[in-house]
């Protein structure tokens, strides 16, 4: 009975669920489309892992617009907190109250706490109003990069994820009636702890093949020949293979070949791919390397490869 | 799960087989605990049970929990399932299949000895010393792959120095935070807190309650040179090492010979005997040669952005003795000290007094480390744990110096 509740407008199996992610723009591999199925129908929420630019983010936000959800979106750092996660009190309009109830000779500390802390000072953080009930159904949850917060946030995290409410002392306890959608991501600058991850389907968000990139290409870049795209996506994968301090990310195609149109090219030759390679690589090191002869080397076998492939 | 029985939750012999399929892959080393068991079923009968491919995911889904696993999973699953097609096997009764003696990897190896359940073969036995050469990695120098017994070292020594290592004074170094506390004397006013305090006067005055940042230990991690140059000092330094991973969180270990291992879950056991064995037996290039380039190499590429995040202080133990020391090297040293907060050099041959930057190796890395140290003894290493802790006596000389001097 529950379940059909909160089940409303969901995809019924996973082919369906990979549908729904093209049909906005997002191309997945049967991998995620199954755990994404999984998270939605247990209700779990779903950790994604994997290499900055590899579209984590992006997950959420497709899968928002998909079903006609509201996003709301947790971004941690170091130095998170109840008050700016959570809830904060109004100080300001609380400081007023107390200066009014002053004036007015209220001196029964009962009422003036039970004044103080109204629901009218609550200021409402993402986490609180994940939980809160939404028109057309529980909103998706983003908590982005949560490798960048410490221990202790995560520790909270726990908390809130397993029960789906928060405790706010002055107030009481707010507890979700539909539970939000919850999408968790990590680049893994550190190790999440393994009670949180027991508590979510995990998925680790791995570098499309070049099958795969291609189509994502063709989605997002359509101003980009088609010739062009098949050389982008081959030299992305060729670059991939190289032994670089950072991979180039989906997001880095996408930039690549969306700066490669703008300079109206239609097809790559040697002397834009070194103009271009900052788009692509974000290590000084990793750019020289490719600039000592390499990056041309590199395209004259994704040229061969192309070749072969078509005759 | 009792009251889920029915259509909601897989059950008969398909719970069965996953059982089975959980035990498997915990013997394998991975885990997978009932709760990722009673997730897998349900997840199966959320999915139904479709093609091999909507099953291996399914599966993969609810019961890998980390990226490392994935290997271990896909191995099992694959031996698990092999024989026929899946559906049947799920519906007829099942054994776990026998593996036949392929073993051409180490996770399948690992994998088949779960499956087989010959959980001894794991288990460090007595083994005379065995010396095998492995063509692939011979360099110029011949590489010995062996699991070194601590027996075999000097007793007597291995008593000393532990005793004396855990009766240091681990560094109390705290790093400030950007989380905030409350603190008697901190520089950000507690409004919460004031007005909490206000309202038990009834409003009348507020009293300014004040915050400050956290202060923690920043996390500290070692690359510890474990080839036949080093093997006295090695010792000694992953017992400090495991005493220092007892007394605080956030210490990962690494060594390395001519391949670079993570050893920070060995040592993470509470009795240091135990912690050293199963150092021992991860280990399989103990008192070889060294590939220092390489290892770093490696671990730039592999590990840095996982384990340096947070201001960590990078321990590089090693003589820097290097083969054929070349501009990678001075490359992936800077590299390494770009991406933490602080590279101290730990060197025993600075034991010697007229020890001088002369080898190739040691000119490479010297221009990159914040600090050169000694740590041939104990006297070394207390010095080691009075500069982590920002309260050295003596300050010791400018990496920068020594090349200097060599210079003149």
């Not at chain 2, 008969?12 to 498997?24: I, T």
Request: hydrophobic share 40%; aromatic share 6%.
């Amino acid at each position: 009975m529950a379940e059909t509740e909160a089940a409303r407008g969901l995809p019924a199996t996973i082919d369906e669920t990979s549908v729904l992610l093209a049909d906005h723009g997002y191309v997945s591999d049967r991998a995620l489309a199954t755990v994404l199925f999984l998270a939605l129908r247990m209700g779990r929420p779903l950790f994604l892992e994997g290499e900055a630019g590899v579209g984590k983010t992006e997950i959420a936000k497709v899968l928002s617009q998909a079903l006609g959800r509201r996003l709301i979106r947790l971004q941690c750092y170091e130095g998170l907190d109840v008050s700016t996660a959570v809830y904060e009190w109004n100080y300001a309009a609380q400081m007023i109250e107390i200066r009014m109830a002053e004036a007015e000779g209220i001196a029964d500390r009962q009422r003036l706490a039970e004044d103080v802390f109204a629901e009218k000072f609550l200021v409402r953080r993402p986490l609180l109003e994940a939980l809160e009930p939404h028109e057309g159904g529980a909103p998706v949850l983003l908590i982005d990069e949560l490798d960048r917060t410490d221990e202790a946030f995560e520790a909270f995290l726990l908390e809130v994820l397993s029960d789906f409410q928060v405790t706010i002392p002055e107030l009481g306890t707010v507890r979700s009636e539909t539970p939000p959608i919850v999408v968790i991501t990590s680049n893994r600058t550190r190790e999440i702890h393994d009670a949180l991850k027991r508590r979510c389907l995990y998925h680790w968000v791995d570098y499309p093949d070049a099958k795969r990139e291609l189509r994502i290409v063709r989605s997002r870049v359509p101003g980009a020949s088609e010739a062009l795209t098949r050389e982008v996506v081959a030299y992305v994968q060729a670059l991939r293979r190289e032994d670089l301090f950072k991979s180039p990310g989906v997001a880095e195609t996408l930039d690549w070949a969306t700066a490669l149109t703008e300079l109206d090219a239609m097809s790559l030759d040697p002397a834009t791919v070194e103009d271009t390679l900052g788009v692509l690589l974000k290590y000084q090191e990793d750019v020289a390397r490719m600039q000592e002869g390499r990056a041309k080397q590199l395209l004259d076998e994704v040229r061969a490869d192309l070749k072969a492939a078509r005759g | 799960m009792s009251g889920q029985g029915g259509p909601g939750v897989a059950s008969g012999r398909l719970a069965e087989n996953v059982v089975h399929f959980g035990r498997a892959l915990r013997a394998a080393g991975m885990r997978v605990g009932p709760g990722a068991i009673a997730d897998a079923l349900q997840a199966l009968a959320t999915t139904g049970v479709g093609g091999r491919g909507d099953v291996y995911w399914t599966l993969h889904a609810c019961l890998v929990k980390r990226h490392e696993d994935h290997e271990v999973f896909d191995q099992t699953f694959r031996l698990f399932f092999r024989r026929r097609g899946l559906q049947e096997r799920m519906m007829s009764e099942l054994l776990p299949p026998t593996p036949n003696a392929d073993r051409s990897n180490e996770v399948r190896s690992r994998v088949a000895d779960a499956l087989h359940g010959k959980r001894e073969a794991e288990l460090p036995r007595e083994q005379k010393p065995k010396v095998e050469l492995d063509a692939r990695l011979t360099m110029s120098q011949t590489e010995l792959l062996q699991t070194k017994d601590f027996e075999a070292m000097s007793a007597a020594e291995i008593a000393v120095a532990r005793q004396l290592v855990r009766r240091l004074v681990m560094p109390d170094d705290k790093v400030r935070t950007r989380r905030l506390v409350p603190s008697g004397r901190g520089g950000r006013i507690d409004m919460r807190r004031s007005l909490r305090a206000s309202l038990r006067t009834g409003g009348h005055g507020v009293t300014l309650e004040r915050r400050a940042p956290a202060e923690r230990h920043p996390p500290v991690v070692a690359l510890c040179d474990i080839s036949g140059s080093m093997a006295q000092y090695s010792r000694m330094v992953l017992h400090f090492l495991h005493a220092l991973t007892e007394a605080r969180g956030r210490v990962h270990s690494f060594v390395f010979g001519t391949r670079l291992t993570n050893v920070t879950r060995q040592l993470a056991a509470r009795d240091p005997e135990v912690a050293l064995e199963r150092t021992a037996c991860a280990v399989s290039d103990w008192s070889g040669g060294t590939r220092i380039t390489t290892c770093i190499r490696r671990f730039n590429h592999d590990w840095s952005r996982r384990v340096l995040g947070q201001g960590a202080v990078v321990l590089l133990v090693t003589d820097g003795l290097e083969r054929d020391p070349d501009a990678d090297l001075a490359r992936e040293v800077e590299r390494l000290k770009r991406s933490c907060r602080r590279l101290v050099w730990l060197n025993p041959l600075l034991r010697f007094d007229r020890f001088e930057p002369r080898a190739g190796g040691i000119r490479a890395i010297l221009p990159h480390v914040d600090e050169f140290r000694p740590v041939h003894n104990l006297a070394a290493m207390r010095e080691l744990v009075a500069a982590l802790d920002g309260s050295a006596v003596s300050a010791p000389r400018s990496p920068r110096d020594w090349l200097k001097e060599y210079a003149a």
